[in-house]
């Protein structure tokens, strides 16, 4: 059985390994991609404080606003906002409905201001942790 401990430094992992993903494939110009890694290095820093904060299991979602929320992380409306855009790079890059124009959002300036908006977010939240 893993320790509290053990399991927050596996989603702190994940997360880092998922926010240098977002970097090496903004830099190799996939930016759609790297725009639903930054989702995903969120994601799991979000449910490295659910374990913290609430020592149970995070739950099978992705949304990163109610995961703050699980966490019990207090939010300003501009945090709120920019956790519901990023949330739905998720559901952009999964969903064959959505990928076109996704694609077609994620430019370089629109992916570049989203992984600068992520970085300050995974600052933001480890203090959290």
């Known amino acids: 059985m893993n320790t509290e401990k053990e399991v927050?430094?596996?989603?702190?992992?994940?997360?880092?390994?998922?926010f240098d993903s977002a970097k090496i494939l903004?830099?190799?110009?996939?930016y759609h991609?790297?725009?639903?890694?930054?989702?995903?290095?969120?994601e799991k820093l979000l449910k490295a404080t659910i374990v913290k904060n609430t020592k149970?299991?995070?739950?099978f979602m992705h949304d990163l606003v109610r995961l703050a929320e699980r966490g019990k992380i207090s939010i300003?409306?501009?945090?709120r906002n920019e956790l519901a855009e990023i949330s739905a790079f998720n559901i952009?890059?999964?969903?064959?409905?959505?990928k076109l124009?996704?694609?077609?959002?994620?430019?370089?300036?629109?992916?570049?201001?989203?992984l600068k908006k992520t970085n300050k977010i995974l600052?933001?939240?480890r203090k959290y942790i």
């Open 8 to 18: 927050i430094n596996y989603w702190l992992d994940a997360s880092r390994q998922d």
């Open 26 to 30: 903004f830099k190799n110009r996939k």
């Open 33 to 42: 991609h790297s725009l639903f890694f930054c989702h995903l290095s969120i």
């Open 56 to 59: 149970s299991a995070p739950p």
């Open 76 to 79: 300003t409306e501009e945090v």
């Open 92 to 98: 952009e890059a999964l969903y064959d409905d959505y």
């Open 101 to 114: 124009s996704f694609y077609k959002k994620a430019t370089r300036i629109f992916s570049e201001q989203y």
């Open 123 to 125: 600052k933001w939240l």
